[in-house]
């Protein structure tokens, strides 16, 4: 009788069973704290925890696994111990092994990470992303606000808003593709830019950053201006249009315009260079990529003089675009020395500056706005359209065209709080 009476014990505290615990209510300093202390006490198993704090209400989960024996006493201590702290509720819900094995293994699903921007996010344009995200069968396991917090009384500081959502589910290459259609004809629709990524360990491994130049990294097309400068502008717009109906191929229309500016001083080059329009958001980016230790590269169809001296101001690493052959007599001859830098080159520069840094291409960033940039987005492990055409648009795999070229930061993961109240170092 005594042999059985002991064994049946020994059973009993062999048993154990899942809880998950619900506090929410006001945030303070040492709650977490006082809680584990609990379950430490009774040596609980955590299986799952998390929080969320939204202005300063506290929303904390917590997946516990403990002997049978104790676990009516660990409830009973804790609802005592949240009664003492005050305006704080907690809630238990026993969870079956059966739906805790059902649920663990949902974990081998893929993970995205969905980025959406704009100056201001309202309920609508969110209510849209999650929309077209649910019609795909994903399920929203995070949601993170990286923009810092909005100011009611100081409006002109809230310049832009972004939320990162951590999602997963299983999507085919097919439903991957429809979906980045359906979110880039969302994003347009709804004024808004967004980002749909694989959430693997490239994501935050990005070392290498090719931009595009003109209408990029500047608000100019150096062509433009120096045939404005040189009295030809008409004649190197028609050439431009030209090429863009599809009449003549790039090399030659290049060819053409390059031969047009032939008699420009180069004193006036450096005049154009010196007030060339940055785009907004540059300064940010670049001093925060150079800080991580990005690489950063210049891939233009623009001209080397004016690559140099962004590589000047930025301590841009590489530069490749065209040079314009200069004469003794210091002016443009209406020739160009080398290899024209178009769509093709631009994707074999980026692919060739990977393998020349030991960077994996899915660690590599393009950012462009032209139809030329289009190889070099589809190339890359990020691949972002800036302000770009909606043609070149619809054929990139993320935007950005409602704010400046730091949004670039968000796509890769980085918080204002990273970089500090005003957004700078
Ligand atoms: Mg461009």
Redesign the pocket.
């Known amino acids: 009788m005594q042999i059985y009476g002991n064994f049946s014990v020994f059973l009993h505290i062999m048993k154990e069973e899942q809880i998950l615990i619900r506090i929410s209510g006001e945030d303070r300093v040492g709650l977490t704290a006082s809680i584990m202390a609990i379950l430490a006490k009774y040596d609980a198993q955590i299986l799952d925890f998390g929080q969320a704090v939204i202005h300063n209400t506290l929303s904390m989960g917590i997946l516990i696994r403990i002997d049978e024996a104790h676990s009516g006493q660990v409830m009973k201590e804790l609802l005592f111990k949240t009664t003492e702290l005050g305006s704080i509720s907690i809630g238990f819900a026993p969870i079956s092994d059966d739906d805790y094995e059902a649920w663990a293994g949902r974990q081998g699903r893929n993970r995205y990470i969905l980025t959406i921007i704009g100056r201001s996010l309202s309920a609508a344009q969110i209510h849209a992303a999650t929309e077209v995200i649910s019609r795909y069968g994903l399920n929203i396991d995070a949601i993170k606000r990286l923009t810092g917090r909005m100011s009611i009384k100081h409006p002109e500081k809230n310049v832009r808003a972004c939320v990162e959502f951590s999602l997963r589910g299983f999507l085919s290459e097919e439903q991957r593709k429809a979906l980045q259609q359906d979110l880039m004809t969302m994003g347009t629709e709804a004024g808004m830019d967004f980002s749909f990524q694989k959430d693997d360990m490239y994501r935050r491994m990005r070392r290498l950053i090719c931009f595009?130049?003109?209408?990029?990294l500047i608000q100019a097309?150096c062509i433009d201006e120096l045939a404005r400068r040189h009295g030809v502008y008409d004649q190197v717009a028609a050439i431009t249009e030209s090429a863009m109906r599809g009449e003549i191929d790039f090399k030659e229309s290049f060819t053409k315009r390059v031969a047009l500016l032939k008699g420009l001083d180069v004193s006036v080059m450096r005049d154009i260079a010196e007030h060339l329009p940055i785009t907004e958001g540059t300064d940010r980016l670049m001093s925060v990529l150079k800080t991580c230790g990005y690489k950063i590269a210049i891939l233009?169809?623009?001209f080397t003089f004016f690559g140099e001296y962004l590589q000047r101001k930025y301590g841009i690493d590489y530069v490749y675009a065209n040079e314009l052959e200069v004469g003794e007599d210091g002016k443009l001859t209406g020739r160009y020395v080398g290899e024209v830098v178009d769509g093709r080159r631009k994707a074999d520069l980026l692919r060739l500056i990977a393998q020349t840094e030991k960077v994996n291409i899915a660690q590599t960033i393009a950012v462009?706005?032209?139809a030329?940039?289009l190889p070099m987005l589809n190339e890359a492990g990020l691949g972002i359209a800036f302000h770009a055409k909606p043609r070149v648009k619809a054929n990139a795999r993320q935007s950005i065209s409602t704010i400046g070229l730091d949004g670039v930061l968000y796509f890769i993961g980085f918080k204002d709080s990273h970089l500090g109240e005003q957004g700078k170092l």
Request: no cysteine; glycine share 28%.
């Open positions: 595009d130049m003109d209408s990029t097309e233009s169809g623009g462009g706005d032209g030329n940039d």
